[in-house]
């Protein structure tokens, strides 16, 4: 999983049926000081995370597919937490 | 998932099977404000609605061959859907 912080949302009318009624956001990598690192990913979205959020983001398939209940939904990336501090030894 | 634009079609006369009637678009892949960013790549279009000059998000990998149908084909970008808005803190992109 990485972390990352919640940007913009995505509007969209023409999209995969999978997509249908799902909230697809844009979030920045960050990194455990909440930096931006540069890099961005679009993710669907399960938690009910806003614009400015701070979020835990899995980024892989078969777990995405589990967390939405899907078998065969073409999708990788999805926000599984809200972050609210993180601790470091660093 | 990524931003792109889609800058123009690819036409093939001979196609691995399954992957006949799928649209082939070029795509420049964006950052996160909408700049181009990184190599151009092509994506199979499963919408069958994107069309040069417009602003798609497309994913990668072995996710991007689930969206089609069958989705046991040799493509590793593809075409999710269009973007009407994004909204972004500081305006709409």
């Known amino acids: ?16 049926a999978f997509y249908d009624a799902r909230k697809l956001m844009i979030v920045e990598h ?3 000081e909440g930096q931006p690192s540069g890099d961005y990913l679009i993710a669907v979205d399960s938690v009910s995370a806003g614009v400015g959020s701070q979020v835990l983001v899995l ?3 078969n777990g995405a597919r589990q967390v939405l209940k899907s078998k065969d939904g073409p999708v990788r990336s999805v926000i599984v937490g ?7 030894t660093a | ?3 792109g634009k889609v800058i123009g079609t ?5 196609t691995y099977s399954g992957l006949e009637s799928v649209p082939m678009l070029w795509v420049q892949p ?12 092509v994506a199979a279009d499963p919408t069958r609605c994107a069309g040069p000059g417009e602003t798609i998000y497309f994913e990668g990998g072995r996710e991007a061959a689930m969206a089609l149908d069958p ?9 999710i859907g269009i973007v009407d808005h994004i909204h972004l803190p500081g305006g709409e992109l």
């Open chain 1, 30 to 32: 960050t990194d455990f």
């Open chain 1, 82 to 88: 809200i972050i609210d501090e993180i601790q470091t």
């Open chain 2, 1 to 3: 998932m990524k931003l």
């Open chain 1, 59 to 61: 980024d892989e398939g």
């Open chain 2, 10 to 14: 690819v036409t093939c006369c001979v």
């Open chain 2, 71 to 79: 989705w046991f084909v040799p493509v590793d970008h593809a075409i």
């Open chain 2, 30 to 41: 964006l950052d996160k404000t909408g700049e181009p960013k990184g190599e151009t790549l």
């Open chain 1, 1 to 16: 999983m990485i972390t990352g912080r919640v940007i913009g949302e995505i509007q969209s009318t023409i999209n995969h």
